[in-house]
Structures are given as C-alpha cells and as structure tokens.
C-alpha cells in the first residue's frame, strides 16, 4: 500500500473556501487503476493558518506514479494554481509519499 499526502497551509478565514474547491472538483480518482481511498483532512489552527492535509491510499507506489502521469491528474488540477486558489494557503503543497509497512488486523479478523 502506498499513502500519498500534501500538506496545506491555509490562511485563516480561507477554510471555508479551501474546503469547498476540494468538495466541488471533480478529482476523476474513482476511475483510476490502484486508488483505495481519499480524505481531506483539518487539523490544528496555528498562529498564521490551519493545517490540511489530503490523504489517497493506493495499492502501491506504481500505481500512484501512474495516476500523477494520467489526464485524469491534468483534469483534476487543471485549476489548482488558479489565484483564487492560492490566495487561501501559505505557501504551495508539501508533498508527502508514504510505503505502508505494517498494516493491521481487519477489525472482526481472528489474530
């Protein structure tokens, strides 16, 4: 399994905003060989903005890859450098690739 993140800086009073971009794009991830999993993710509120996060599970690596190589990744961020888009964080994406190396149980699953 492969975790893919970006981490966002978004200014205060901007969450809303922020939120409703992701809510109302369209990311063509549903389509996409190897995708698991999405969230979008609130965190704690700093002194300058609120930490966010986007989180997409993939079953490995390659496919992540893939996905990052596809139009359906042009399509999906087609309008994420938009300046009405970034006037709501600090700063760009920080990126993050994480390779799963321990999973647990499935709950309900004999250990």
């Known amino acids: 399994m492969f975790i893919a993140t970006n981490r966002f800086k978004v200014k205060h009073g901007a969450e ?7 809510r109302e794009r ?4 549903a389509s996409v060989p190897g995708f698991v999993a999405f969230d979008l993710c609130r965190g704690p509120s700093r002194e300058d903005h609120t930490l966010y996060i986007s989180h997409t599970v993939w079953k490995e690596r390659a496919d992540f890859e893939a996905w990052t190589k596809s139009d ?5 961020h087609r ?5 009405t888009n970034r006037d709501n964080y600090i700063g ?3 990126f993050e690739g994480f390779e799963s190396v321990l999973s647990p149980v499935p709950r309900g699953t004999p250990a």
Not at 72 to 76: G, N, S, T
């Open 16 to 22: 809303g905003a922020f939120e409703t971009v992701w």
């Open 79 to 83: 309008d994420a450098g938009a300046a």
């Open 26 to 29: 369209d990311s063509y991830l």
């Open 72 to 76: 359906a990744f042009r399509l999906a």
């Open 92 to 94: 760009g994406p920080e």
